[in-house]
């Protein structure tokens, strides 16, 4: 798991043996099942997460009972409530696994402190952390402004290898649709 990561923070800039080091002594790999609630609601998140294998997801449940997918993490991302993380408040989302999950985890004190040690580290946190606010920007954007098709034919262009491993009831969550209208834009593009 550890290379993967290395490999995605050297494509964001340079990394040094000892900054790949600092990595490892800060990382922590974990195994998840299916279903596992990694980072629960009402509570402060604990880790910011690098998924290695597998799907993950944030939602929050709505006033109907309802779960509202509000992000899909693959691999290759970070995932974690992140405004609740940084600023060390409860979350109002829930983070599970979707799929068996293969992830390096880190603490924020432990993030803290690789910040402080490692330049291309604190380069890359920021990165993502930039990121995360792009993506939250670019789903309010597309909810507000786009149809379902249309938000359906995004996600299809930019990760269709979410479709085939994250169950239809959470991507049409995340979609904002029900599970039945996505099955209807789905055929309807078949067609």
């Known amino acids: 798991m550890l290379p993967y990561l290395l490999t995605v923070i050297s494509r964001a800039g340079g990394l ?3 900054d790949a080091a600092l990595c490892e002594q800060y990382f922590e790999a974990v195994s998840l099942k299916k279903t596992t609630v990694v980072e629960a609601a009402d509570a402060v998140p604990q880790h910011l997460y690098f998924i290695a294998e597998g799907y993950m997801r944030l939602y929050v ?6 779960q509202a997918t509000t992000h899909l993490g693959a691999p290759g991302e ?3 409530s992140f405004l609740s993380f940084i600023h060390e408040r409860k979350a109002a989302d829930n983070l ?3 799929t068996d999950c293969q992830v390096l985890r880190i ?3 432990r ?3 690789l910040i402080a040690a490692s330049e291309a580290f604190k380069n890359f946190s920021l990165l993502i952390f930039e990121q995360a606010i792009v993506n939250t920007q670019a789903r309010a954007n597309s909810l507000a402004t786009h149809g379902a098709a249309q938000r359906y034919q995004q996600l299809l262009a930019d990760r269709p290898e979410v479709l085939l491993h994250v169950p239809v009831r959470h991507v049409a969550s995340f979609l904002g649709i029900k599970p039945e209208s996505l099955s209807r834009i789905r055929r309807q593009a078949v067609s």
Do not use: I, K, S
Request: charged content about 25%; aromatic content about 4%.
């Open 61 to 66: 449940d709505g006033n109907d009972g309802e």
């Open 107 to 109: 603490t924020r004190p």
């Open 16 to 18: 040094t043996e000892a």
């Open 111 to 113: 993030l803290a402190a």
């Open 78 to 80: 970070f995932l974690t």
């Open 96 to 98: 599970v696994a979707v």
